[in-house]
């Protein structure tokens, strides 16, 4: 199971976090990450992170706006995201695959995700 928490209503410029605590069979994990979905649009990657070696992977409109990462025990994983703009308001879910993957058809299990809304 996944549960996203974070979200919220922020003013174009400002920054959120969002979390998302993984229970269940963790050693199953290969990738962790996080997409979004805007009113009208497909689901689209945002970011990931390989549980293994930490290895990062960032979608190019994100890149040094948004930072991924995890705990020690690689069951939480955040998105600190920072100089936020209208375009990245969303529906963000989190989700994980068994393989090092940023193909959303690889993911096989999804949270119920957390809105993120910005204001202009």
């Known amino acids: 199971h996944l549960i996203e928490s974070g979200g919220g209503l922020v003013q174009a410029g400002g920054s959120l976090r969002l979390s998302c605590a993984i229970s269940?069979?963790?050693?199953?994990?290969?990738?962790m990450a996080w997409f979004r979905q805007a009113p009208g649009k497909d689901r689209e990657f945002v970011a990931a992170?390989?549980?293994?070696?930490?290895?990062?992977y960032y979608e190019d409109s994100v890149k040094g706006r948004f930072t991924i990462s995890t705990d020690a025990t690689r069951t939480i994983v955040d998105l600190q995201m920072n100089s936020l703009k209208f375009e990245d308001m969303a529906i963000y879910y989190c989700?994980?695959?068994?393989?090092?993957?940023?193909?959303?058809?690889?993911?096989?299990?999804w949270g119920q995700g957390t809105q993120v809304t910005v204001s202009s």
């Open positions: 989700a994980t695959a068994s393989t090092v993957t940023i193909r959303l058809e690889m993911y096989d299990s």
């Open positions: 992170m390989h549980r293994g070696d930490g290895h990062t």
């Open positions: 269940g069979p963790v050693f199953t994990i290969g990738t």
